[in-house]
């Protein structure tokens, strides 16, 4: 039997608005930060040393914080 308060805290958990995550898919940044999947992977590629990316296995996840800085300091993307 599954605990209803434990059910009720992973759906609340899964909901966390972008703008308040640490971490965000290729997926979700494109479409946050209005700037292609293609593009994304490609500074992923581009930059092996910058601290704006993180990778979980195979799967790359962008820093929030860290890629906003980033971008403040291109000039262009």
């Not at 434990?6 to 700037?35: D, F, Q």
């Not at 593009?39 to 040393?49: A, C, G, T």
């Not at 601290?51 to 993307?77: C, H, P, S, W």
Request: contains cysteine.
């Amino acid at each position: 039997m599954v605990n209803e308060k434990t059910m009720t805290c992973s759906k609340k958990c899964l909901n966390i608005p972008v703008w308040h995550r640490y971490t965000l898919t290729i997926e979700e940044a494109a479409g946050y930060y209005h700037i292609g999947e293609g593009k994304l992977r490609m500074l992923i590629d581009e930059h092996p040393n910058e601290d704006f990316y993180v990778m979980n296995g195979n799967r790359a996840l962008i820093k929030r914080e860290k890629f906003e800085r980033y971008l403040d300091q291109a000039t262009a993307v």
